[in-house]
């Protein structure tokens, strides 16, 4: 397993956030965010997980059918709950690392397979994988294979963000002359927002993302490896990583604290505040990006006359 600590500028006793990448993919998932949230004053930890990070693509040993088999076995799943669960134990022990975390105030993202990972971690898949720790969420491309686990997420009563595209569905893997087609329909996608508890749940729909857009990485070059369901630029790419990065900071920061130490005595005290929060991400949507989330619009001012 591979491990990536990106520090704050000012070392000392910072809000953490584990980030588990998608599948394929391992340390340079999620790079536009989580360089995002280093900046903001956090610790990131990013993990690269055994048999769905980039090893899937090495057919050297097995084919790449084999590798994927391997890859999506329902072993993985608690396997990577308990790779999040070890290096956050290593970070809160290990004498040198712990003096700059702060314990209470740490948090959880992933794509794709990592917000499968992150959903388990908040109490999706039972006790036995939530870990009381993180108390703050947010899966990017969310999703359940069935409405009933859709509905497990009922019990997660901490801060959770959601977010997805209006084009993120199922997405191609292509090795040579091999694709394999994963994924599901956004309704899908929306189950998890749907099934949380009202009061702390967020969820953004932006236009014109697909599944990779949430990559948060530069894909398909040299080799195209996944497909895309959005005209695709560089350009297109970072304005989309711009608005990911900018939403879950803000959220992270609503939800923990502030990178200032004593943001942790607001945490405990329960100080969330979802107006505040809503209006912060709706500064970052365009005309057709949607938020949705249990706090009601502020009424527009009244104009005198």
Same mark, same amino acid.
């Given at each position: 397993m591979g491990v990536r600590i990106r520090w704050p500028e000012i070392q000392q006793a910072s809000p953490l956030i584990?980030?588990?990448?998608?599948?394929?993919?391992?340390?340079?998932?999620?790079?536009?965010?989580?360089?995002?949230w280093q900046r903001a004053g956090f610790v990131v930890v990013t993990l690269s997980h055994p048999h769905t990070n980039e090893s899937l693509w090495d057919t050297r040993v097995s084919s790449f059918?084999?590798?994927?088999?391997?890859?999506?076995?329902?072993?993985?799943?608690?396997?990577?709950?308990?790779?999040?669960?070890?290096?956050?134990?290593?970070?809160?022990?290990?004498?040198?690392?712990?003096?700059?975390?702060?314990?209470?105030?740490?948090?959880?993202?992933?794509?794709?397979?990592?917000?499968?990972t992150v959903?388990?971690?908040?109490?999706?898949?039972?006790?036995s994988q939530r870990d009381d720790r993180i108390r703050a969420f947010v899966s990017l491309s969310p999703g359940a294979g069935s409405k009933a686990s859709a509905a497990r997420m009922k019990t997660v009563?901490? $801060?959770?963000?959601?977010?997805?595209?209006?084009? !993120?569905?199922?997405?191609?893997?292509i090795? /040579?002359? +091999?694709? #394999?087609?994963?994924?599901?329909?956004?309704?899908q996608r929306l189950w998890i927002h749907e099934s949380?508890? $009202?009061?702390?749940?967020?969820?953004?729909?932006? !236009?014109?993302?697909?599944?990779?857009?949430? /990559?948060? +990485?530069? #894909?398909?070059?040299?080799?195209?490896?996944f497909s895309r369901d959005v005209p695709q630029s560089d350009e297109a790419d970072r304005q989309i990583w711009h608005r990911v990065?900018?939403?879950?900071?803000?959220?992270?920061? /609503?939800?923990?604290?502030p990178a200032d130490p004593?943001?942790?005595?607001?945490?405990?005290?329960?100080?969330?505040?979802a107006p505040a929060l809503r209006d912060a991400l709706q500064t970052q949507l365009g005309p057709e990006d949607r938020l949705e989330c249990d706090v009601p619009a502020a009424p527009p001012a009244s104009k005198s006359g």
């Amino acid at each position: 397993m591979g491990v990536r600590i990106r520090w704050p500028e000012i070392q000392q006793a910072s809000p953490l956030i584990l980030y588990s990448p998608g599948l394929g993919s391992g340390l340079s998932n999620g790079q536009a965010w989580c360089e995002r949230w280093q900046r903001a004053g956090f610790v990131v930890v990013t993990l690269s997980h055994p048999h769905t990070n980039e090893s899937l693509w090495d057919t050297r040993v097995s084919s790449f059918s084999q590798n994927m088999t391997r890859a999506l076995d329902a072993s993985q799943y608690p396997a990577r709950v308990a790779d999040c669960r070890h290096v956050l134990d290593l970070c809160l022990r290990d004498k040198e690392l712990s003096k700059w975390i702060d314990p209470e105030r740490i948090g959880a993202a992933g794509h794709s397979y990592g917000a499968l990972t992150v959903q388990a971690l908040a109490g999706q898949a039972g006790p036995s994988q939530r870990d009381d720790r993180i108390r703050a969420f947010v899966s990017l491309s969310p999703g359940a294979g069935s409405k009933a686990s859709a509905a497990r997420m009922k019990t997660v009563k901490l $801060p959770f963000l959601s977010l997805t595209g209006k084009q !993120d569905g199922k997405v191609s893997f292509i090795h /040579a002359s +091999e694709q #394999i087609r994963l994924g599901m329909p956004l309704a899908q996608r929306l189950w998890i927002h749907e099934s949380l508890p $009202p009061g702390k749940r967020f969820l953004v729909v932006l !236009d014109q993302a697909d599944h990779m857009s949430f /990559a948060g +990485e530069t #894909i398909n070059r040299p080799t195209v490896r996944f497909s895309r369901d959005v005209p695709q630029s560089d350009e297109a790419d970072r304005q989309i990583w711009h608005r990911v990065s900018a939403l879950s900071t803000q959220f992270f920061q /609503a939800s923990l604290g502030p990178a200032d130490p004593r943001g942790s005595a607001q945490r405990r005290s329960g100080l969330f505040d979802a107006p505040a929060l809503r209006d912060a991400l709706q500064t970052q949507l365009g005309p057709e990006d949607r938020l949705e989330c249990d706090v009601p619009a502020a009424p527009p001012a009244s104009k005198s006359g």
